[in-house]
């Protein structure tokens, strides 16, 4: 039984992610996985309560993998950017489950059952400005630890859509570490420095 649900998970992501909730069928579904609907009614009460295991099994992946990467040891630059690398990984391994997370964040709220995004990602948001109020604590860094967690994470989206609209293989160690260093620099860095570094790298 273990097999069948695994293949109701793998085709109802895929099937979410191309169509949303709403386009979505139990039909196809059932199709796609190989099983009948008893089968995934076995599993699955419907649709609405397959689509919110499916997003609690999403969110506790990536956020184990968060809090393994930034409670490991090192400076503060390594944890983060260990962080931002193992969440590329997660992209790079399934883009496909990526895909369906992001179309369900941004998609009208009556198109899908309620899920608590924003407590969930306020969750990691507050992880990640822990770590950083260490450093601003340390007097490494200056700045709203909350903003600047905010600032990361939204770094690491546009990375990612970058990586899932054109295909190119952007979301690298190197990548992350660039993002990581964008944030520290500008907070450590008199704005002048700061500023000729980036001129500099961009070639302005």
Known sequence: M????????????RIFAENGFAGA??????????????VLYYHFRGKEHLYQELMIDCFGDYQKMMLGALQAR???????????TADFSLTKEDPVRTKFVLRMI?????????????????KERQWIASVLQEGIDGGALRGNARELATNLMGMQVIAT??????????????????CVDMLLQGCTARQDVFTDRYRKRMNV
């Open 106 to 122: 941004f998609s009208p709220g009556a198109q899908h059952p309620l899920f608590d995004y924003i407590a969930e990602m306020e």
């Open 161 to 178: 859509l970058e990586y899932l609209l054109t295909g190119r293989p952007t979301l690298t160690r190197r990548r992350a570490a660039q």
């Open 2 to 13: 273990r097999s069948g649900r695994e293949a109701i998970v793998k085709a109802a992501v």
């Open 74 to 84: 090192g400076t503060l630059r390594e944890r983060l950017v260990r962080m931002v």
């Open 25 to 38: 069928s139990t039909r196809e579904i059932c199709r796609s996985a190989g099983v009948t609907r008893p």
